[in-house]
């Protein structure tokens, strides 16, 4: 199931990535987050293996829209110093991994 969930994950990045380029940021970021919390929910309430690798895939796609999004909204929110700001982005994004390696 995580590699479709990571399928979702490398085909939303590159559609939003896209798509960053063109239409509202924030949107963007509000369509993934409503995607994510509804696949969330629905993945608890269902226990149809098919139905999960398709809500697996619907995460993945919602958590790329982050992905995807955020180094161009900060961008543009952070003109003058945007390096530093994507690499304290960076930095978290890499402690999260590390926090949820170890626990």
């Known amino acids: 199931m ?46 149809y293996f098919n139905i999960n690798l398709l809500i697996m895939f619907m995460i993945g796609a919602g958590i790329g829209a982050y992905e995807g999004v955020t180094d161009a909204m900060l961008i543009d929110i952070h003109p ?5 700001h994507i690499n304290i982005n960076h930095l978290f994004v890499t402690f999260g991994s590390i926090v949820i390696t170890v626990f």
């Open 2 to 47: 995580i590699m479709v969930q990571n399928l979702g994950f490398m085909v939303s990045v590159i559609i939003s990535g896209a798509l960053a380029d063109t239409y509202s940021k924030p949107r963007i970021l509000m369509i993934g987050s409503l995607v994510l919390s509804a696949t969330f929910l629905t993945f608890y309430s269902t226990g």
């Open 80 to 84: 003058k110093r945007e390096s530093m």
